[in-house]
């Protein structure tokens, strides 16, 4: 069956539209719990620290499945693959508000991974295949803005439900927005197919699954009370001896399940080597603020909801100017400047403490939320401003890959960073004081200066195309 021309514009909308109503399920999905861990904590009876299980199970198991995303899609089908995902997506939803232990939780949240693996992914795919180089920034600002408006009202639904009501609410406001999202998959997308005869690649899928998981879940060990040293130690030597073998042959077959070809790209490489340090700073900051507020400074979640959207009105405010901005300064200017602000901000974050007035707190909250947002946005542009058309869904499965992989690190970053915090203090593992926090930040704010200093190697007419940004000439 021949694959279809190139989308009308009516279903090149349609496609952006239904993509940025999943990632306003993920993204919701995603910061909605933070505020909830503390309670779900003392429901499984854990420390609130392991609950970093429930979200790196999650983002781990998008990191394996997003791989085979493109394949599965080439394979079965455009409308298939992500009517089928939205499915699972909202089915898993359902079972974690039913759990009661943190294993089942895990197991709830890994099913519901596959389902997101292959929601989004699929879906971006196809805006990018349908989008000109010069549309790509608008694009991706369509398919970003509900996905920054899930993070704005997340964290203060999620704390009023937590407060006064249970947890378990959180899972099932997915219901009813996986019902609606299904019924427009099937009712109004194309089943298209850009290649149905794609071989699996099942060596470089099982070899890079391997090394995604045994890394993750040793960072994971690593950043719980309990670490099993022996254990962890064996799963990090597997996971980079699988990491370079995967490597190896992913640069010598045919059809690799991830195309590292787009790697040969500077400003691909870039946003992928220093933008993914930023992205795992960034990573560590929802899972630390919650974890302050309630524990450290003794607020209740609906307080530290309140508080933490401080930080995602931040990122809304920012996308009104990014256009502009990018037109006049370009990309290596303004990923080197903000991306020392966004670090500082992060840094500033340290010096928070319970007698802190609640203006100050939202004010820096608001500053790195502006930062955070400017260097998301400019990462996530550039990774494709110079990618050919040919190496488009490679090199798109390779950024979701490695996107959710940084996302993964970075929960399991800022619990190591805590730890490390509270092993330098001196305390019991169990307590944590607002000092350890300053500390966890700290470390966190780190990683992503250290990222910046990839980001001299860009050209200063990097990405041009896309920006609009013309440099003078000296």
Request: proline letters at 5%; hydrophobic letters at 55%; a positive charge.
């Given at each position: 069956m021949q694959a279809?021309?190139?989308?009308?514009?009516?279903?090149?909308?349609?496609?952006?539209?239904?993509?940025?109503?999943?990632?306003?399920?993920?993204?919701?999905?995603?910061?909605?719990?933070?505020?909830?861990?503390?309670?779900?904590?003392?429901?499984?009876?854990?420390?609130?620290?392991?609950?970093?299980?429930?979200?790196?199970?999650?983002?781990?198991?998008?990191?394996?499945?997003?791989?085979?995303?493109?394949?599965?899609?080439?394979r079965f089908g455009l409308r298939t693959v992500f009517a089928s995902a939205i499915a699972v997506f909202t089915a898993a939803s359902v079972l974690c508000a039913t759990t009661s232990t943190l294993p089942a939780f895990a197991a709830a949240r890994v099913l519901q991974g596959i389902g997101g693996a292959m929601m989004v992914p699929v879906g971006r795919l196809a805006v990018l295949r349908a989008t000109p180089k010069d549309g790509l920034m608008r694009a991706i600002a369509i398919i970003t803005w509900p996905g920054l408006v899930a993070p704005v009202v997340g964290p203060p639904l999620g704390g009023f439900i937590?407060?006064?009501?249970?947890?378990?609410?959180?899972?099932?406001?997915?219901?009813?927005?996986?019902?609606?999202?299904?019924?427009?998959?099937?009712?109004?997308?194309?089943?298209?197919?850009?290649?149905?005869?794609?071989?699996?690649?099942?060596?470089?899928?099982?070899?890079?699954?391997?090394?995604?998981?045994?890394?993750?879940?040793?960072?994971?060990?690593?950043?719980?009370?309990?670490?099993?040293?022996?254990?962890?130690?064996?799963?990090?030597?597997?996971?980079?001896?699988?990491?370079?073998?995967?490597?190896?042959?992913?640069?010598?077959?045919?059809?690799?399940?991830?195309?590292?070809?787009?790697?040969?790209?500077?400003?691909?490489?870039?946003?992928?080597?220093?933008?993914?340090?930023?992205?795992?700073?960034?990573?560590?900051?929802?899972?630390?603020?919650?974890?302050?507020?309630?524990?450290?400074?003794?607020?209740?979640?609906?307080?530290?909801?309140?508080?933490?959207?401080?930080?995602?009105?931040?990122?809304?405010?920012?996308?009104?100017?990014?256009?502009?901005?990018?037109?006049?300064?370009?990309?290596?200017?303004?990923?080197?400047?903000?991306?020392?602000?966004?670090?500082?901000?992060?840094?500033?974050?340290?010096?928070?403490?319970?007698?802190?007035?609640?203006?100050?707190?939202?004010?820096?909250?608001?500053l790195s939320g502006l930062a955070r947002s400017l260097q998301f946005t400019a990462l996530n542009t550039l990774s494709f401003a110079d990618v050919p058309k040919t190496q488009m869904s490679g090199a798109s499965a390779l950024s979701s890959t490695l996107f959710q992989m940084t996302m993964g690190i970075g929960v399991a970053a800022g619990a190591i960073a805590l730890r490390l915090a509270q092993w330098l203090h001196g305390h019991d593992s169990h307590a944590m004081t607002p000092a350890d926090f300053s500390v966890a930040f700290l470390i966190v704010a780190l990683i992503g200066l250290v990222g910046v200093a990839d980001l001299f190697g860009l050209a200063r007419d990097a990405g041009a195309v896309v920006s609009g940004h013309r440099p003078e000439k000296t």
């Open positions: 279809p021309a190139a989308p009308a514009r009516s279903s090149a909308s349609l496609i952006v539209t239904l993509v940025a109503a999943t990632f306003f399920m993920e993204n919701l999905d995603g910061t909605i719990i933070a505020t909830a861990l503390p309670q779900m904590a003392r429901s499984f009876g854990v420390h609130p620290a392991d609950m970093s299980l429930g979200i790196t199970a999650y983002l781990l198991t998008l990191a394996v499945f997003i791989p085979i995303s493109g394949w599965a899609a080439d937590t407060t006064y009501s249970s947890w378990r609410w959180i899972f099932y406001l997915n219901l009813p927005l996986g019902i609606i999202g299904l019924f427009v998959a099937l009712r109004y997308l194309d089943n298209t197919r850009e290649n149905a005869q794609r071989r699996f690649d099942l060596p470089g899928f099982a070899l890079c699954g391997l090394a995604c998981t045994t890394l993750l879940y040793a960072m994971e060990l690593i950043g719980r009370s309990d670490t099993p040293w022996g254990f962890t130690g064996m799963l990090v030597a597997v996971g980079v001896v699988s990491g370079f073998i995967a490597w190896l042959h992913l640069r010598r077959a045919e059809e690799p399940v991830v195309d590292l070809s787009a790697l040969k790209v500077k400003t691909f490489a870039v946003a992928m080597g220093g933008g993914s340090l930023f992205r795992i700073s960034i990573s560590a900051v929802p899972f630390l603020l919650p974890l302050m507020f309630q524990i450290g400074f003794g607020m209740d979640a609906f307080q530290s909801g309140l508080l933490t959207l401080a930080v995602f009105a931040g990122n809304l405010s920012m996308k009104l100017v990014t256009t502009p901005v990018m037109r006049r300064f370009g990309f290596r200017s303004v990923l080197i400047v903000n991306g020392v602000l966004a670090a500082v901000s992060l840094a500033a974050m340290s010096l928070l403490s319970p007698a802190t007035p609640k203006v100050v707190i939202v004010v820096v909250l608001f």
